[in-house]
């Protein structure tokens, strides 16, 4: 990538701040405005777009694994603990009822075609629609200085939900190569998944610790922010050795998600004694990197796809906030949350991001009969929660009273 090129997502990058800085002072999130200022000058400047394409792997890919860490510096052992029951419920309820709206409309607007198809994309829709934005999640958590039980329970289950669809969408294929007719292997399936998630475990353990070494023996912040980076930046390395070490020396394919690394290794460093300066050096150091990263992710929104599915993809969307609330209501009704809880937790979970556009993009390259339609449907729903989700995470952060005082957030 050239240098006009960097120059011009810089530049971006700079309005985007500036944009978000004074909107932050109406009481507007940052975040949706990184968005926004993101999707606008992707579709002024064409080669703007271009260059987001070619960075987006890179930088993004690194400020991810940053926004990993700050959410794995959030699970503290001790404070997750008498929350581990609510978000086991969460985690549940929304694995039910989502899928189960979700891939109902999906088969009754399908309804005309193959038995064999429309099951297969039922459970494809469904299991996508499921995944959450951990990246959202954190941001606006961040942004908004939240902390107590509320804000722990969805950072919580925002995590584990990110495991969870990995494992249900690998079902979920395996379920549809065997309705269209394809080989699918179940002891395959178990082998990739398990190995996967062995393979995060232990790429997280090394990053780590070096993460430890690094809090406890960097002097200023500039060096320790460059070898917070410099850790992020192995996540992502390590996940792509993991994935290449599997196939070649185990001959099974495994899925290996740096963000999870980043997020086991922020775990880590958050429940031992460096909790206190890992936890000040993020604090620092997550605003540019959500400036970068949110920014760089609105160049690569597909507007276009809103546009081409704007009616079946808010219809889907509404089917999946349906699905959110019940599932989010059930929940937190048999956990004995309050009142206030159980109205506002649904909305907690309504953004959505760059895995389930991933696993859309999947669905249309894997199955060319239906898989482009689908995709464009899914990934117009999923813009619209990438979008609007963050109002909808703050509203319910306020609701329970968990934000910093208006006054706070403007400095």
């Given at each position: 990538m050239d240098i006009g090129r960097i120059a011009?997502?810089?530049?971006?990058?700079?309005?985007?701040?500036?944009?978000?800085?004074?909107?932050?002072?109406?009481?507007?999130?940052?975040?949706?405005?990184?968005?926004?200022?993101g999707a606008l000058a992707g579709l002024a400047i064409s080669h703007a777009r271009d260059a987001a394409d070619v960075a987006f792997p890179g930088v993004s890919?690194?400020?991810?694994?940053?926004?990993?860490?700050?959410?794995?510096?959030?699970?503290?052992?001790?404070?997750?603990?008498?929350?581990?029951?609510?978000?086991?419920?969460?985690?549940?309820g929304m694995s039910v009822a989502v899928p189960l709206f979700a891939s109902g409309i999906v088969a009754f607007v399908l309804r005309d075609q193959e038995?064999?198809?429309t099951v297969a994309a039922a459970l494809l829709t469904g299991t996508i629609m499921l995944a959450l934005s951990p990246p959202e999640a954190i941001a606006v958590i961040s942004e908004s200085r939240a902390a107590g039980p509320f804000t722990r329970l969805v950072l919580g289950a925002t995590v584990v939900m990110d495991v969870v669809v990995v494992v249900g969408f690998s079902v979920a294929l395996t379920?549809?190569?065997?309705?269209?007719?394809?080989?699918?292997?179940?002891?395959?399936?178990?082998?990739?998944?398990?190995?996967?998630?062995?393979?995060?475990?232990?790429?997280?353990?090394?990053?780590g610790a070096f993460l430890i070494f690094v809090v406890r023996r960097a002097g200023s912040f500039r060096s320790?922010?460059?070898?917070?980076?410099?850790?992020?930046?192995?996540?992502?390395?390590?996940?792509?050795?993991?994935?290449?070490?599997?196939?070649?020396?185990?001959?099974?394919?495994?899925?290996?998600?740096?963000?999870?690394v980043a997020m086991i290794a922020g775990v880590l460093v958050a429940n031992t004694a460096a909790e206190g300066p890992f936890a000040e050096l993020l604090e620092r150091l997550a605003p540019p990197v959500y400036v970068v990263f949110f920014t760089l992710t609105g160049l690569g929104l597909h507007l276009d796809a809103l546009l081409a599915a704007a009616v079946p993809a808010a219809l889907l969307w509404v089917v999946r906030g349906a699905g959110l609330w019940v599932g989010?209501?059930?929940?937190?009704?048999?956990?004995?949350?309050?009142?206030?809880?159980?109205?506002?937790?649904?909305?907690?979970?309504?953004?959505?991001?760059?895995?389930?556009?991933?696993?859309?993009?999947t669905v249309a390259e894997t199955y060319p009969r239906f898989g482009d339609t689908l995709a464009t449907v899914v990934i117009g729903t999923v813009v619209l929660n990438?979008?609007?989700?963050?109002?909808?995470l703050r509203s319910a952060l306020e609701s329970v009273g968990e934000t910093a005082p208006t006054e706070e957030l403007l400095h």
């Open positions: 011009v997502l810089g530049a971006i990058c700079v309005v985007a701040y500036l944009a978000g800085e004074v909107l932050a002072k109406r009481h507007v999130p940052r975040l949706p405005v990184y968005l926004a200022v890919s690194v400020a991810l694994g940053v926004i990993g860490f700050v959410a794995g510096s959030h699970l503290v052992w001790p404070a997750i603990r008498r929350q581990a029951r609510a978000i086991g419920l969460q985690v549940v038995t064999s198809v379920a549809a190569n065997a309705l269209l007719g394809d080989d699918a292997s179940l002891g395959s399936l178990v082998a990739g998944v398990t190995v996967g998630l062995l393979l995060s475990v232990a790429a997280g353990l090394v990053v320790a922010a460059l070898l917070i980076v410099a850790a992020s930046a192995a996540s992502v390395w390590l996940a792509v050795v993991a994935v290449h070490w599997a196939e070649s020396r185990l001959d099974v394919h495994a899925e290996v998600e740096s963000l999870l989010s209501r059930t929940a937190m009704t048999v956990a004995g949350e309050s009142d206030q809880v159980r109205k506002v937790a649904w909305k907690a979970f309504v953004p959505q991001a760059g895995i389930a556009l991933a696993l859309a993009a990438e979008a609007i989700g963050p109002f909808f």
